[in-house]
Each structure stands twice: as structure tokens, then as C-alpha cells.
């Protein structure tokens, strides 16, 4: 909104006290009557009324005053009342501005009631300061008797008022500051931002969009803002006068704003020039070229543009209310004089009346009209059988075909009958697509067609006949193609869907096949361990009868690339269906909330590039150890936790490194290797399995039904021994599980390196306390105290000590549950910290040739545990 001051020979308008006069009052301001000083219409505060509609209240009695409705209801910018209610506010607003009253108030429309030291004066605030006005109907600034005026709220502009003669406009405040009321002061603005240093009352600065009223703005400089100001432009150029065009300055500064806005806009600027008497052609195309576009867009700040074609448009007759376009009285007579002098023929009594409706109100043309019949018939079709009848008539078809809902889970089961298992839906609406195809191709009566609404009613009804909640997966039953083998029996059963299996085998069982190379691939990864393969042997049965909750243990392959890793995690995907397991990262299982949804009801998950991820793993060691998981899909109700009952294998160059030293990791870690070189050459390299796209490839893809035969040959008893008393089966994995304590955990690191266990021996923990400077030492006493020694160890090694508290704690979880060793035990006396069992090796002469807490030489080795160095002989022997 323009912000320009009065000029000096403006003649001032005044209002004597009482009295009313509408014609000062602009035609496109928010008004609404009054009685008694107050708004009296239901909703005024967002239905403002016009000129002409005060006008009637006042005529019918039911006004007695006129009052302006402050806010933003324009996409200019705003307007607020400034209202002093009181003599007592002068003195302190004079001494926050500086000066006296009449200085530090531009001139404005001001409105007083006739008491002392009570005025109201009108002031803009600029769109581009919106955002500086808290968003609120009464704005107080800390001073008394003293208001600023903005949304919902009114002041009286003209009439009566209750207690005095009625309201007047002051000797300075005329309605001559009405069409462009000045700004808003900017101390004002200070004192607002003072009051209000926050923005929870503050609205956002937008382009576009008003206060109280909706509008569609797009985003400045695109294709359809441009299109928009031109057709805006467009507007007020048909509302300008044509005098405008005959006068030298305002023709020309109606080309400025044009050239502005765009350079389409020269063909409008050249037609409404014609119409002067002193129109010249090419004049219009010369003063064009001439033109400069300054920054700033349709409307810059400071220079002509939209904002200058509307002003004159605003003069000229043109009525803009809450972003509708009003037409003036004079307007629309001089269009009606136009329309009926260009009709030169003779026109019947109908044909008149109705060309005049379509010209004034928009009647519907013939087209439309034929449009509004067809909605009619449309109408008039026959309705159909209601939500519940069709669900009730589908309901047969459904269950026929082979549909369940688990309401457990929301999901919707289909029953392959060949495959004899039941599957979730492989698609979002697989279930109402299939709804609706029951409506196309079985004739359900349907006389008025169906739609989208009608779909999903019948879907949520049939929901509740064929809700299942029973699932069997029982571990004794596997599924295959050609039907079910019950493991402990030998029994082969013909497929049925009321085995309520979720999940099978993709290929046909043959008691007779082969597996073919894979076994003798296996001993070759193992250097001709049959023991370790055996290992192997027992994890695939186990991927197949799914007693992850029970055995608790996650394979973990470990190796260089090109060693098998890979190969063998294929074989076991293919061996359980590629339907049946799932493939995630440690990152992702732990960081996503969902992806734990994607693994329910798997036989196998396989984590990738375990060895980057660095986190504490609580999700990892919930999934491998029994425990409930939070079952939540996206965009769905959280379903009821459940207990992963598949296999957990990792495969990773390296073990995975966490920040969880407790031995809940360790006790379920199984790590195999897989490091020896099976090609002398690269390209001898073939593929032997792979699942891709649902479809098993390479060399071994006939061999899976003989690995069933071989892995089932195996009891439940020998696959639980060795998945659970690894090390006492396999005593080459004790020797690798050592390998990875050391490499992971830096407290067995430290035990290792400085520690040894002494049932006599009693030592203190301490603290980390500095020693001196020229001491030989990191900390005080840490050939002496454990957690000072630690520390130093840890700092020495560059990796990161725990506090004491943990330090105590996970040391005696490590020598009890990761180590074995009962021996050690803790307790306090005067209140420091001691354990039991456990002297640092340099603390006395005679620990100095201790064995170390693990197995390092063949000494120790004679006492039962295997050597590390006998690890790479093992495996050149073999």
C-alpha cells in the first residue's frame, strides 16, 4: 500500500461531530456498522461490509455509526488503529519517541469522541513489514492508556457515540489522509519489536496471502506469477480513463508501469492509446524501446509499476473487496450503454432477456446446460445394493479364492496353492485390487457402477469374515512344491491350506537327490576341517527348521574378498527361498524403525558390511537373542511385538565392531573364517549360486534339493551341539573367538597385555589421577592400581577408557561370562573399590612370568587350551 503523505493543496474533508458522510470514505475499505460505538452483525470480523451496505443499515435505522475494520485485507499491506485512551499515555509516549506528540505522529485521519486526551489515528503498515506486527487483535507496548489496533478489531470512523455529541475528525486528521494513509512510524516498530521479542505472535512475511482472506500466489519470477501480474495488469488497464491516454505524463507513465510488468503488454498499451484523439502510430513502439526495467520485479520499490497501474486504477473507478472485483455504478452503465448500442438487429423478448443475464450474472450457455442434463440423468440411475450386502456376496468368492486378514499385523494373507503356503500381499491394495476385479468380471449387481469410496467400504467390511489369527510354522514341517515333509517322521503330506504355513521351499523334494560338489567345496573353504564343517552343516539346518529364539547365535563370516564369503551366503538364501530371507545393514536395523517390520516371519536375515557400523547394537542383540521386537510398518497402527525366530549371519572383512564390551555380543557371536584362496587365478572364478529377482542361478542350482537330504541327515541333538558347545566340538573356533575378543574389546586387550589372574592376589581399582611431570608414569600408582592402569593403557593404545563405575562392572562380567573364570570377585572396604583374583603383572616380581589370561603357547596349551601359533600349522597340514 502506498505510503505517500497528502499533498499541500489537498482540500481538507472534515466531519462535524455526529455526523456522517460516505463519501469520504474509500470504496475498498473493510467496514462494518455500528450502534452505540459497537459492531452489531454476526461474524463482522470477516464479512466487511461495503459503501452501499452501510449505506441501507444506516437508512433502515439499524446503524448509527460507521466504523473501519483494521487488519490486512488486501495484498498491499495493512491497516492499524493507533489508539490514545487517555491523557496519561501523552507524557510517556513523548519521552519513548523524543519529541513532542504532534511530531512523532505523521498527520493522519485521526478520530476523537470529544474526550479529553482520547484519540484514534489511522496509520499503513507496508506488506513487506507485516511480518514485524504480532499477529494479534490489541497490540500493548507497556505504556498506558495507550493501544495498537490490528486483527478483529474496529474503530469508529463517523456517528454517534453513547456518552458525547458523537465522533469528529480532529483539525489535523481530515479523511484526506484516507486514500493513502502514511506509515506507520518506525519508532513505533522498535517499540513493537521491544514488547514482542519473540515470534509466537508474529506472522510470517508471505507474498500473496492476506490475513483474513485466502489467495492463490505462486512463486515470484515463475511462468505462472508472470502470467498473473499480466493478467492483473490487464484489469486495471481496461478500468483506466481515457483521458489518462490524451494526457502526455499519464500515457507515458502508463507505458512505464506496462514496460515494467512485461514486454507482452506493448500490443494492450498500443490499443489503449488508440483510443486518444492524438494518437500517432509507432510512437507507442518508439517510447518503449526508450523505457529502462529497474530491479525489483512487477512492483519495485520506489519506481512505477503494478502497484502504480492500480493506484490509478483505484482512482478511476476501480473497486477491489476482499480480492473482488466491484464494479462502480458508473461502470456498469456505461457497459450496458455499449451493449445495447452495438445491437443493431432485433431481438425477440427471450432471446433479449437472456443474452442480458449471460452478459450481467453469467447464465450457463447451451453447452453447460447440456452438462447440467447429463448430471441429472446420472442422477436419476438406479443405486446400488448397500456397502454391506456387497461385502456379505463377496465374502464367499473371497474366502474361495484364497484370502485371510491377520488383524494382528493388518495385513492381508493369500493362500499359493502352488506352493501350499500363505503369503502376505506383495503389493500395497493388492486385496481392494482384487476387490474390484471380483465387481468387472463376476457381475456383482452394481446398477449405479462403483467408485473409489464404495471400494473401500467393501474391503473394511470383508476385513471382519475372514479375519485369521492363527499362523503354524511349525519346525517340524517343511513346505515344498509338491507338498509338506514332516522332518521327524519322514512323512510326505499333500498340501493344504489349513496347514496355515506362511512359508516354504521353492523347489520339489527328492529323497534321492544329490548335492553334488557343494560338500567337497565346503571342506576346501575349511582346509579340509570336517569338524568346522560340520558347523556349517548345522547352521543350514537350522536356517531351515527356525530355532533362532532358542539357539541364539549369529554366524559370523569373516575373510578377504573372493574367499567364499559370499558364495555361501547365497546358499544359504537360495537354500530358504528368496522370499524367505531378507538383507539389511547393522546401520539400518539399528537407525530405522521400520526395517525391523521387514525381517518378521524371515528364516534368514543377512546383514551386510557389518564392520563400519560403530554403535551399541541393541536392536542386533534383541533380533539374535529372543527377546520382543516392536512390530511397526509405515503408515499403519503398531502391531503386537514378536520374537524373530529365523537365523542372524553377518558376513564382513572384518568382525563387527561395536561399543558394547558385555559379553551379551560375545556369547552370541559364532565366527567362522573363510580365508583361504580358492582359484590360483582370477579368472577361474565361476559363479556357483546366486539369487536373482526371485530366480536361483549358477552351477548349483540343481544341488539344492540334495543339500536338503544332507542337511536333514543331521539330528536336532548333534545340530544344537554344535551351534551351541562350539568350542568344546571345534576347539580351531575357540582359537578364533580369542583372536576377536582381543581385536574388539579393549579391556581383554588390557587383561591380556597387563594383567593376570591370582586367586590370593587382592588389588585395588583406584583412580586416574595425573602424576607428575617428570614421573615415569602416565598416572599415579598404575603398575599398582587396575583402573589406572587401564587407563594408561588405553591412552598408550589410542583407544577410549570407560569411567570406573563401568570399568568395574564390565571387568567382572568379562572374566566371569567371556573368560570363565569365577575367581574373580569384588568388594569394598572404607569405601574404595577392590577385586579379588586379579594382580597387574608388573606390580610384582613374581607375576612377571605369569601366563597371560588367554591361551598364547604350547605351555599353556598343555593345560588344555590350544596354542595360537598351532592355528596356521592346522591349516598347512590339512
Same mark, same amino acid.
Given at each position: 500500500?502506498?505510503?505517500?503523505?497528502?499533498e499541500?493543496?489537498?482540500?481538507?474533508?472534515?466531519?462535524?461531530?455526529g455526523?456522517?458522510n460516505?463519501?469520504?470514505?474509500?470504496?475498498?475499505?473493510?467496514l462494518?456498522?455500528?450502534?452505540?460505538?459497537?459492531?452489531?452483525?454476526?461474524?463482522? %470480523?470477516?464479512?466487511?461490509?461495503?459503501?452501499d451496505q452501510?449505506?441501507?443499515e444506516l437508512e433502515?435505522?439499524?446503524a448509527?455509526?460507521?466504523?473501519?475494520?483494521?487488519?490486512?485485507?488486501s495484498?498491499?499491506?495493512?491497516l492499524?488503529w493507533?489508539?490514545?485512551?487517555?491523557p @496519561?499515555?501523552i507524557?510517556?509516549?513523548?519521552?519513548?519517541?523524543?519529541?513532542?506528540?504532534?511530531?512523532?505522529?505523521p498527520?493522519?485521519l485521526?478520530?476523537?469522541?470529544?474526550?479529553?486526551?482520547?484519540?484514534?489515528?489511522?496509520?499503513s503498515?507496508?506488506n513487506?513489514k507485516i511480518?514485524?506486527i504480532? @499477529?494479534?487483535? %490489541?497490540?500493548?507496548?507497556?505504556?498506558?492508556s495507550f493501544?495498537i489496533?490490528?486483527?478483529?478489531?474496529?474503530?469508529?470512523l463517523?456517528g454517534a457515540?453513547?456518552e458525547?455529541? =458523537?465522533?469528529?475528525?480532529?483539525?489535523?486528521? =481530515?479523511f484526506?489522509?484516507?486514500?493513502?494513509?502514511?506509515?506507520?512510524?518506525?519508532w513505533?516498530?522498535?517499540e513493537?519489536?521491544?514488547?514482542?521479542?519473540?515470534?509466537k505472535?508474529r506472522?510470517?512475511?508471505t507474498?500473496?496471502i492476506c490475513t483474513?482472506?485466502?489467495?492463490?500466489?505462486?512463486?515470484?519470477g515463475?511462468?505462472?506469477?508472470q502470467?498473473?501480474?499480466?493478467a492483473e495488469a490487464r484489469?486495471?488497464?481496461d478500468?483506466?480513463s481515457?483521458?489518462?491516454?490524451a494526457?502526455?505524463?499519464?500515457?507515458?507513465?502508463?507505458?512505464?508501469?506496462l514496460?515494467?510488468?512485461?514486454?507482452?503488454l506493448?500490443?494492450d498499451w498500443?490499443?489503449?492509446?488508440?483510443?486518444?484523439?492524438?494518437f500517432?502510430?509507432?510512437v507507442?513502439?518508439q517510447k518503449?524501446? $526508450?523505457?529502462?526495467?529497474?530491479?525489483?520485479?512487477?512492483?519495485?520499490?520506489?519506481?512505477r509499476g503494478l502497484h502504480s497501474?492500480?493506484?490509478?486504477?483505484?482512482?478511476?473507478g476501480?473497486i477491489e473487496?476482499?480480492?473482488?472485483?466491484?464494479?462502480?455504478?458508473?461502470t456498469?452503465?456505461?457497459?450496458?450503454q455499449e451493449?445495447?448500442?452495438?445491437?443493431?438487429?432485433?431481438?425477440?423478448e427471450h432471446d433479449?432477456?437472456?443474452q442480458i443475464?449471460e452478459s450481467i450474472?453469467g447464465?450457463?450457455d447451451r453447452s453447460?446446460?447440456n452438462?447440467?442434463?447429463?448430471r441429472?440423468?446420472?442422477?436419476?440411475r438406479?443405486k446400488?445394493?448397500?456397502?454391506?450386502?456387497?461385502?456379505?456376496y463377496?465374502?464367499?468368492?473371497?474366502?474361495?479364492?484364497g484370502?485371510r486378514?491377520d488383524?494382528?499385523y493388518?495385513?492381508?494373507m493369500?493362500?499359493?496353492q502352488?506352493?501350499?503356503v500363505?503369503?502376505r500381499?506383495?503389493?500395497?491394495?493388492?486385496?481392494?485390487?482384487?476387490?474390484?476385479?471380483?465387481?468387472v468380471?463376476?457381475?456383482?449387481?452394481?446398477p449405479?457402477?462403483f467408485n473409489n469410496?464404495?471400494?473401500n467400504?467393501?474391503?473394511s467390511?470383508?476385513?471382519?469374515?475372514?479375519s485369521?489369527?492363527?499362523?503354524?510354522?511349525?519346525d517340524?514341517?517343511l513346505?515344498f512344491?509338491? &507338498?509338506?515333509?514332516?522332518v521327524?517322521?519322514?512323512e510326505?503330506?499333500?498340501?493344504?491350506?489349513e496347514?496355515y504355513?506362511?512359508?516354504g521351499?521353492?523347489?520339489d523334494?527328492?529323497p534321492?537327490?544329490?548335492p553334488?560338489?557343494?560338500?567337497?567345496?565346503?571342506?576346501?573353504?575349511?582346509?579340509?576341517?570336517t569338524?568346522?564343517?560340520?558347523?556349517?552343516?548345522?547352521w543350514?539346518?537350522s536356517?531351515?527348521? =527356525?530355532?533362532?529364539h532358542?539357539?541364539q547365535?549369529?554366524?559370523?563370516?569373516?575373510?578377504?574378498?573372493?574367499r567364499g564369503?559370499?558364495?555361501f551366503?547365497n546358499?544359504?538364501?537360495?537354500?530358504?527361498g528368496?522370499?524367505?530371507?531378507?538383507?539389511?545393514?547393522l546401520?539400518q536395523l539399528e537407525? $530405522?524403525r521400520?526395517?525391523v517390520a521387514?525381517?518378521?516371519?524371515?528364516?534368514?536375515?543377512?546383514?551386510n558390511?557389518?564392520e563400519?557400523?560403530?554403535?551399541?547394537?541393541?536392536i542386533?542383540?534383541?533380533?539374535?537373542?529372543?527377546d520382543n521386537?516392536?512390530?511397526?510398518?509405515?503408515?499403519?497402527?503398531? =502391531?503386537?511385538?514378536?520374537?524373530?525366530?529365523?537365523m542372524v549371519?553377518v558376513c564382513?572383512?572384518?568382525?563387527?565392531?561395536?561399543?558394547?564390551?558385555?559379553s551379551?555380543l560375545?556369547?552370541?557371536r559364532?565366527?567362522?573364517?573363510?580365508?583361504?584362496?580358492?582359484?590360483?587365478?582370477?579368472s577361474?572364478?565361476?559363479?556357483?549360486?546366486?539369487?536373482?529377482?526371485?530366480?536361483?542361478?549358477?552351477l548349483?542350482?540343481?544341488?539344492i534339493p540334495?543339500?536338503?537330504?544332507?542337511?536333514?541327515?543331521?539330528?536336532?541333538?548333534?545340530m544344537?551341539?554344535y551351534l551351541?558347545?562350539?568350542?568344546?566340538m571345534?576347539?580351531?573356533?575357540?582359537r578364533?573367538?580369542?583372536?576377536?575378543m582381543?581385536n574388539s574389546n579393549?579391556?581383554v586387550?588390557?587383561?591380556?597385555?597387563?594383567?593376570?589372574l591370582d586367586?590370593?592376589?587382592v %588389588?585395588?581399582?583406584?583412580?586416574k589421577?595425573?602424576?607428575?611431570?617428570?614421573?615415569?608414569?602416565?598416572?599415579?600408582?598404575?603398575?599398582?592400581?587396575?583402573?589406572?592402569?587401564?587407563?594408561?593403557?588405553?591412552?598408550?593404545?589410542?583407544?577410549k577408557?570407560?569411567?570406573?563405575?563401568?570399568?568395574i562392572?564390565?571387568l567382572?562380567d568379562?572374566?566371569?561370562n567371556?573368560?570363565?573364570?569365577?575367581?574373580?570377585?569384588?568388594?569394598?572396604k572404607?569405601?574404595?573399590?577392590?577385586?579379588?583374583?586379579?594382580?597387574l603383572?608388573n606390580s610384582?616380581?613374581?607375576?612377571?612370568?605369569a601366563p597371560?589370561?588367554?591361551?598364547?603357547?604350547?605351555h599353556?596349551?598343555?593345560? &588344555?587350551?590350544?596354542?595360537?601359533?598351532?592355528?596356521?600349522?592346522?591349516?598347512?597340514?590339512s
Amino acid at each position: 500500500m502506498t505510503t505517500a503523505a497528502p499533498e499541500q493543496n489537498r482540500p481538507d474533508r472534515h466531519t462535524a461531530p455526529g455526523e456522517i458522510n460516505l463519501d469520504f470514505i474509500p470504496q475498498d475499505w473493510a467496514l462494518t456498522p455500528l450502534r452505540e460505538k459497537r459492531a452489531y452483525t454476526p461474524g463482522w %470480523t470477516s464479512t466487511p461490509f461495503s459503501v452501499d451496505q452501510i449505506r441501507n443499515e444506516l437508512e433502515e435505522g439499524r446503524a448509527t455509526g460507521v466504523g473501519l475494520i483494521s487488519g490486512q485485507w488486501s495484498n498491499e499491506g495493512g491497516l492499524v488503529w493507533v489508539d490514545i485512551d487517555g491523557p @496519561d499515555a501523552i507524557p510517556v509516549l513523548e519521552e519513548r519517541a523524543g519529541g513532542p506528540l504532534n511530531a512523532i505522529f505523521p498527520n493522519t485521519l485521526t478520530i476523537s469522541s470529544g474526550k479529553e486526551g482520547r484519540q484514534r489515528m489511522l496509520y499503513s503498515v507496508p506488506n513487506s513489514k507485516i511480518g514485524l506486527i504480532p @499477529d494479534k487483535a %490489541t497490540i500493548k507496548i507497556g505504556v498506558p492508556s495507550f493501544e495498537i489496533l490490528f486483527r478483529s478489531r474496529q474503530g469508529a470512523l463517523m456517528g454517534a457515540h453513547p456518552e458525547t455529541e =458523537g465522533y469528529y475528525t480532529t483539525t489535523h486528521g =481530515g479523511f484526506e489522509f484516507a486514500k493513502n494513509p502514511p506509515e506507520l512510524p518506525e519508532w513505533l516498530y522498535n517499540e513493537i519489536q521491544k514488547a514482542f521479542p519473540i515470534n509466537k505472535y508474529r506472522k510470517p512475511v508471505t507474498s500473496g496471502i492476506c490475513t483474513q482472506s485466502v489467495n492463490l500466489t505462486y512463486e515470484e519470477g515463475s511462468t505462472y506469477h508472470q502470467e498473473e501480474s499480466i493478467a492483473e495488469a490487464r484489469i486495471y488497464l481496461d478500468h483506466l480513463s481515457i483521458e489518462r491516454s490524451a494526457d502526455y505524463e499519464e500515457w507515458l507513465a502508463v507505458g512505464m508501469c506496462l514496460h515494467q510488468i512485461d514486454d507482452h503488454l506493448i500490443e494492450d498499451w498500443i490499443a489503449w492509446s488508440e483510443k486518444a484523439p492524438n494518437f500517432e502510430n509507432g510512437v507507442c513502439e518508439q517510447k518503449w524501446r $526508450s523505457f529502462e526495467r529497474v530491479p525489483g520485479g512487477p512492483s519495485p520499490e520506489g519506481s512505477r509499476g503494478l502497484h502504480s497501474l492500480r493506484a490509478k486504477a483505484k482512482e478511476d473507478g476501480y473497486i477491489e473487496l476482499g480480492n473482488y472485483v466491484v464494479e462502480s455504478p458508473e461502470t456498469l452503465v456505461k457497459k450496458a450503454q455499449e451493449f445495447f448500442s452495438d445491437k443493431s438487429e432485433r431481438m425477440g423478448e427471450h432471446d433479449v432477456t437472456e443474452q442480458i443475464l449471460e452478459s450481467i450474472i453469467g447464465f450457463p450457455d447451451r453447452s453447460m446446460r447440456n452438462e447440467i442434463e447429463e448430471r441429472k440423468k446420472r442422477e436419476r440411475r438406479p443405486k446400488n445394493p448397500p456397502s454391506s450386502e456387497l461385502a456379505e456376496y463377496a465374502t464367499e468368492m473371497v474366502i474361495q479364492c484364497g484370502w485371510r486378514f491377520d488383524p494382528r499385523y493388518e495385513v492381508f494373507m493369500f493362500y499359493q496353492q502352488n506352493k501350499g503356503v500363505w503369503r502376505r500381499e506383495e503389493y500395497k491394495h493388492e486385496y481392494k485390487h482384487f476387490i474390484q476385479d471380483l465387481f468387472v468380471r463376476e457381475r456383482i449387481p452394481l446398477p449405479g457402477g462403483f467408485n473409489n469410496t464404495l471400494l473401500n467400504d467393501v474391503v473394511s467390511l470383508t476385513q471382519a469374515y475372514i479375519s485369521h489369527t492363527y499362523w503354524d510354522d511349525d519346525d517340524d514341517r517343511l513346505a515344498f512344491t509338491n &507338498g509338506v515333509l514332516e522332518v521327524s517322521s519322514g512323512e510326505f503330506l499333500e498340501h493344504s491350506p489349513e496347514h496355515y504355513i506362511t512359508w516354504g521351499l521353492d523347489f520339489d523334494y527328492d529323497p534321492y537327490a544329490s548335492p553334488g560338489p557343494i560338500i567337497d567345496w565346503l571342506l576346501r573353504t575349511q582346509y579340509g576341517d570336517t569338524d568346522r564343517v560340520q558347523v556349517l552343516r548345522a547352521w543350514l539346518k537350522s536356517c531351515l527348521v =527356525g530355532q533362532g529364539h532358542e539357539i541364539q547365535r549369529f554366524l559370523e563370516l569373516i575373510g578377504p574378498g573372493g574367499r567364499g564369503k559370499s558364495t555361501f551366503a547365497n546358499l544359504c538364501c537360495a537354500l530358504v527361498g528368496a522370499r524367505n530371507y531378507a538383507s539389511t545393514t547393522l546401520n539400518q536395523l539399528e537407525q $530405522s524403525r521400520f526395517e525391523v517390520a521387514s525381517i518378521k516371519g524371515k528364516r534368514l536375515t543377512l546383514i551386510n558390511d557389518s564392520e563400519r557400523y560403530g554403535g551399541s547394537a541393541q536392536i542386533f542383540k534383541a533380533l539374535t537373542g529372543g527377546d520382543n521386537l516392536r512390530f511397526e510398518e509405515k503408515n499403519k497402527n503398531v =502391531g503386537e511385538p514378536f520374537v524373530y525366530t529365523g537365523m542372524v549371519m553377518v558376513c564382513a572383512n572384518e568382525p563387527i565392531q561395536t561399543t558394547d564390551n558385555t559379553s551379551g555380543l560375545t556369547r552370541r557371536r559364532l565366527t567362522v573364517e573363510f580365508n583361504r584362496s580358492l582359484y590360483n587365478k582370477n579368472s577361474e572364478a565361476k559363479e556357483m549360486i546366486k539369487v536373482d529377482n526371485g530366480i536361483v542361478k549358477g552351477l548349483w542350482k540343481d544341488c539344492i534339493p540334495g543339500l536338503v537330504n544332507w542337511v536333514l541327515q543331521m539330528t536336532d541333538d548333534e545340530m544344537r551341539q554344535y551351534l551351541l558347545d562350539t568350542y568344546e566340538m571345534v576347539p580351531s573356533l575357540k582359537r578364533v573367538r580369542n583372536e576377536i575378543m582381543l581385536n574388539s574389546n579393549n579391556l581383554v586387550e588390557w587383561l591380556q597385555s597387563e594383567a593376570v589372574l591370582d586367586e590370593k592376589a587382592v %588389588t585395588p581399582v583406584g583412580k586416574k589421577i595425573p602424576a607428575a611431570k617428570d614421573a615415569q608414569e602416565r598416572y599415579c600408582n598404575s603398575n599398582f592400581h587396575l583402573y589406572a592402569s587401564y587407563a594408561s593403557y588405553c591412552e598408550d593404545t589410542g583407544s577410549k577408557p570407560v569411567g570406573q563405575k563401568r570399568f568395574i562392572a564390565l571387568l567382572l562380567d568379562c572374566t566371569k561370562n567371556q573368560l570363565g573364570r569365577d575367581t574373580v570377585t569384588g568388594f569394598t572396604k572404607f569405601g574404595k573399590p577392590y577385586l579379588k583374583g586379579i594382580a597387574l603383572r608388573n606390580s610384582d616380581q613374581k607375576f612377571k612370568n605369569a601366563p597371560t589370561v588367554l591361551p598364547e603357547n604350547r605351555h599353556q596349551e598343555a593345560n &588344555g587350551q590350544a596354542s595360537e601359533g598351532e592355528l596356521g600349522e592346522d591349516r598347512k597340514a590339512s
